[in-house]
């Protein structure tokens, strides 16, 4: 069975080291980002399960979140 991918994107290092330990741990596959541009980039080329962020203003959320949905289908 193919692990499920998952991007994170968030600014603060610590903090995105520490949610990619975690789902590594339960075996998710993980790619990261530390800003919403590199996170955008990121959803578009690859086949993503799931996107956790940190606080994004609307539009780049929402930017994130249709390039998420894009790669998925």
Excluded: C, H, W
């Excluded at 290092?13 to 955008?40: C, H, P, S, W």
């Excluded at 962020?53 to 959320?61: Q, V, W």
């Amino acid at each position: 069975m193919d692990k499920k991918k998952i991007l994170v994107v968030e600014d603060e290092k610590a903090i995105a080291d520490i949610l990619v330990f975690n789902l590594q741990r339960e075996g998710y596959d993980t790619l990261v980002a530390y800003d919403g541009a590199e996170g955008l980039r990121r959803a578009l080329e690859a086949l993503l399960e799931e996107v956790i962020t940190g606080r994004l203003p609307n539009e780049k959320a929402e930017l994130l979140a249709f390039a998420a949905k894009f790669s998925a289908s």
